[in-house]
């Protein structure tokens, strides 16, 4: 499903930002304090990430 919607997104020319591109953004602008509290929460909700993504998102936020 997300890879249809991130198609039709690029062919329609519309900017499109995953769940952890968002998260670092808000951590950056301030929305929220920390994006592993976040992606905690997210993991309950049974979004499965990679180890490997969750480390790429936590540097980006400056958590590393």
């Known amino acids: 499903m ?3 919607a991130r198609k039709c997104s690029k062919v329609l020319g519309i900017p499109f930002m995953g769940s952890g591109g968002i998260l670092v ?3 950056k602008r301030g929305i929220i304090s920390s994006v ?3 992606l905690n929460a997210l993991k309950v909700s049974s979004l499965w990430l990679s180890k490997d993504i969750e480390q790429i998102i936590k540097k980006k ?3 590393s």
């Open 2 to 4: 997300m890879q249809q």
């Open 25 to 27: 953004l808000a951590k």
């Open 36 to 38: 592993d509290e976040a």
């Open 61 to 63: 936020a400056g958590e």
